[in-house]
């Protein structure tokens, strides 16, 4: 059974003071948020899975054939953030380097968690200088469970920059040759940005109070950690009460690549109405697999790292809810 309770560093008023003030806020924003697909933004239709990812196969043939193509390599991990070295010790033919946190965050920004959505500008400066072009395909990799390809994909969309994909399976899916040293884009990119505001751009979100009120929420964490039982990175453990459990590397293969898509409408069978993690990475990874089966579900970019720095929201630890 779960346990409602407030995070034990801040224990500023009682557990039923805690768990009153949360049912109020929960029933105005259910009232007022009006938690639907218009309230959430977003101006991206359904798409097929095609769009959304490409097979190393097909990377393979686009490359032989020429086709212009832009390669981003954003290669990060939890405890291994700055994925540079490794780029420059090996990465595919052309592909420019991202960094995560330097260039797909924007820490200057408070009170929004960990990684905090970078602004339009920032992106459309950053993707000129990595080669990203108008009309020119863009690919995104990685080495770790998706995280940082789907961080980049869901970013460059958020901002209104189409036809990104997320290469299936990552760096390990890649058969052919790779580059070493670094690549500096030649000439630099001339895409623009159509949404400066990312938390209000392409993609829908979810502030803290609309999660607070979504009738389905996904964690996007590891077991471990949603259940409470240990915080690696965070100051509070446990997850936001009614979220169910969908860990994003339950909804890959072994090899790396996303489930197929009879396998994802079965694990992603309940309505969502939002996804969120530690900080906005991970379930990146979920939202691309809805998005490949049709649903674009929203993002709560700030997700634990910035609901549990407010002492006021309640934490729940323990097993998820049964899924209905």
């Known amino acids: 059974m779960c346990s409602l309770q407030q995070p034990r560093k801040h224990l500023r008023m009682s557990r039923r003071s805690a768990i009153a003030r949360y049912t109020a806020r929960r029933s105005v924003a259910l009232k007022a948020c009006s938690v639907t697909p218009d309230a959430l933004g977003g101006t991206i239709v359904s798409v097929s899975r095609d769009e959304v990812l490409m097979t190393a ?17 954003v290669r990060w991990q939890l405890v291994e953030p700055d994925g ?29 968690g960990r990684h905090p959505l970078p602004s339009g500008r920032s992106i459309e400066a950053a993707a000129r200088r990595w080669g990203v072009r108008e009309g020119v395909p863009v690919v995104v990799y990685d080495d ?44 630099p990119g001339d895409v623009t940005v159509a949404h400066d505001n990312l938390y209000a751009g392409a993609r829908p979100t979810l502030t803290a109070e609309q999660a607070a009120a979504a009738s389905t929420l996904l964690d996007a964490r590891a077991p471990e950690r949603f259940r409470g039982d240990v915080e690696p990175v965070d100051p509070v453990a446990g997850h936001i009460p009614g979220a169910r459990n969908v860990p994003s590397t339950g909804l890959l293969a072994e090899d790396g690549t996303f ?15 939002g996804v969120y993690c530690g900080s906005g990475v991970t379930a990146s990874v979920v939202v691309a697999a809805l998005v490949t089966v049709g649903v674009d579900a929203a993002l709560y970019p700030g997700s634990w790292s910035e609901w549990c720095s407010d002492p006021m929201r309640p934490v729940e630890r323990g097993a998820a809810r049964p899924a209905s």
């Open 57 to 73: 196969t097909e990377l393979a043939r686009r490359l032989d054939t020429g086709e212009p193509l832009t390669i981003l390599d």
């Open 84 to 112: 540079r070295a490794a780029y420059e010790q090996g990465h595919l033919p052309g592909a420019v380097y991202v960094s995560l946190e330097d260039e797909l965050s924007d820490h200057s920004v408070s009170g929004r």
């Open 144 to 187: 770790w469970h998706r995280a940082a390809s789907a961080r980049a994909w869901w970013v460059l969309t958020a901002a209104g920059i189409p036809d990104v994909r997320i290469l299936d399976g990552g760096l390990s899916a890649w058969t052919g040759p790779l580059e070493t040293g670094t690549v500096t884009a030649a000439p």
């Open 259 to 273: 489930l197929r898509d009879d396998d994802l409408t079965r694990l992603l069978k309940e309505p969502t109405g």
